[in-house]
């Protein structure tokens, strides 16, 4: 099956550094891939579509100046939280676009990042 | 604007017991996709189901089916002899189209669900 692979899976980073989360696909291509962030016992919230080649598209509310996103080749898509801060604390997911069936979006596992 | 509501925040099912786990949905689109996802205490996020809004029938997987109730916007997830590995929150979610083009999810607020052995 489709396998999506996130790195680093935790990271403990000092306020006002910044941090980068990979998100790769690693059997197939995505020209698209998506970020997500959820807070503790709350729901995904979409982050911003990132797009093969193009500038990531954020939704309504998100800082694109704070989360950098570059989708440089067909397999991988990186978040740069820059200036992290701890309100900047969550679980980051990212997911995969496929061409496959009806179920077409597939979720990494995760990257737990804590601001101090 | 897109809704999804999980009204259950938890539930205790003892195993090897069926279980249903409520989803209603909001939308002016004919044309959507729903989703179920299941998310172990590991965070990443398991694909379980999928129902389009066209589909005449309701999607099987296994032990998981949907319940797809057009009408009345619901899209429960039933999951038959409950198993202890099945603990985990449950997310129900949405996407604009049936067709592969638009992907944004829109994610209901979960259920957790606790296996009793």
Redesign the interface.
Known sequence: GAVVSQHPSRVICKSGTSVKIECRSLDFQAT?M?WYRQFPK?????MA?SNEGSKATYEQGVEKDKFLINHASLTLSTLTVTSAHPEDSS?Y?C?A?R?RG?????????T?LLVL | AQKITQTQPGMFVQEKEAVTLDCTYDTSDPSYGLFWYKQPSSGEMIFLIYQGSYDQQNATEGRYSLNFQKARKSANLVISASQLGDSAMYFCAMRKGVNFGNEKLTFGTGTRLTIIP
């Open positions: 698209t998506f709350q729901s995904l919230m979409l579509t679980f997911i997911s676009r061409f009806q179920e077409t979006q597939y979720f990494g596992p995760g737990r």
